[in-house]
């Protein structure tokens, strides 16, 4: 293998000689004197660990010097994390040169070459003296979730190319300290959010972004707030309280309240978002309306806060949400806050409606989650399982979160339980036609009868027959 090959060929990249990689055969751990192989390649599969796995204290023995270490993430099947000790360890002699350099050097060959490292943390004092390091290793790697405690004037060009570069990311941790004489104000060059903003919206996987403790550049932080407008995989986005400039703040505040289509065309775009909180001030009724057929046409918002402090907004909203509203069956809960101005009459047939709707939502998502309990059919449970695996696939995430499953495997728990009720027999049973089996009197003119019909005839009459288009006899007490 050509281990100098991967390194890209820019003006921007970092020469490294080949002594740092000499200086890594016949590495041994400095406490028991274990050999490490880090030749071999990553060999994680979907069913199988690295084998870097059964080597971590090897491994660790190794990095111990630069002060990181791997370990195995929690609920993962294999998949490790590099993380600094800095912070949790005490203060000790520098080690041996020979020996950082070493742990450097395998720090920088894991992060290229193993895909089953996927999250990294970098505290302060690792970013300061592995800048280039990290830079050159970032583009190769397959993190998932990256978080960096960075020195604010050390976040270089090279940084943020790398940053802009991790398409496979999934949660992105940036805070910001400021060494001494440093000012306390934190300004960062345009780069940074540039580069965010890149990330943003290239990357197919993206769901989480926090950056603290930084001031960033006006002109390139009004370009990152669009990418984050119109991202449609964030689902948790944290800018501390000084990471955008008063400027922008203004001016993103007044364009989302006085052009509510920018609002609308993101929740339009974004099928990630399950909670909604919208607080209305001095929006236009027709702003107001926009939001709320958005909303009734969402099938991924499942709660709806509406929190009005003028007067006349929930009007608006309330009287365009009532209509049709019985259509959307994956809103679980509303919460309408405001003083409406109509009669009582009116006004509750609305209010009244809207709840009605939420409550039956989330009444079937709650009758389905009984599919789980019990080993015999239950027609009510069935049905609204059937309901929701045929008609409202969407619900699934959030059936698989009430019964406590992984959202991969709820799919095909759902088909099993209702292929028991997919025979003739079978579904005349659960639907109380028949108490045992169809049984049809033979026709003088020989005519085809229900039981005659085959599995496949039958099948292609059950794909437009759900459970309940059967109506289920109701049997009273004093009839018993």
Known sequence: MDIKADIPATGDALVFSANQWAELEGATGWLTGAVVDYHS?????????????????????LLFPSRMQLQEIPGTRGLLALGSMNDS????????????????????????????I????????HFQQYMSLICDALPYSRLKKLRLLCVDSLMSENGCAALSSLRSLEELDCSFISLPPS???????????????ALVQASHSLGVLRIEGVIMEEHATKNLLLYLTESGVLKDV??????????CREELAHYLMFTPSVIVQSLSKNNSIKELVLYVYKMSDIGVESLADTVKQSTNIRKLAFLDSGTTSVNAFVNRLYVDIMDNHTLLGVFLQGQM????????????????ATRRNSDLLATAAAFTKTTELDRRSTAALERIYKLHAELLEDLAELVEVNVAE?????????????????????????????????????????????EDCWGMVRQYLMLDDVEEVVTHLENL
Not at 46 to 61: F, Q
């Open 41 to 61: 390649p990553c060999s994680v599969t979907p069913d199988r660990p690295c084998h870097i796995v059964a080597k971590l204290v090897a491994l660790n023995e």
């Open 118 to 125: 996927s999250t990294l943390y970098v505290g302060p004092l």
């Open 183 to 197: 000012s306390f104000s934190r300004y960062i060059s345009a780069e940074f959010p540039t580069a965010l903003a």
């Open 341 to 356: 101005h109509q009669g009582w009459l009116d006004a509750s047939k609305k209010v009244f409606t809207i709840y009605e």
């Open 410 to 454: 709820i799919g095909g728990m759902a088909h099993r339980h209702l292929q028991r009720t997919a025979g003739l027999d079978e579904f005349m049973r659960i639907t109380g036609v028949v108490k045992e089996q169809v049984l049809c009197h033979p026709r003088h003119d020989g005519c085809t009868q229900l039981d005659d019909l085959n």
């Open 89 to 116: 360890v005490p203060s000790m002699a520098e080690p041996p040169d020979l020996r950082l350099r070493q742990s450097t050097s395998l720090m920088r060959r894991l992060l290229k070459h193993h895909k089953c």
């Open 238 to 247: 944290t800018l501390g309280r000084r990471v955008v400039p008063e400027t």
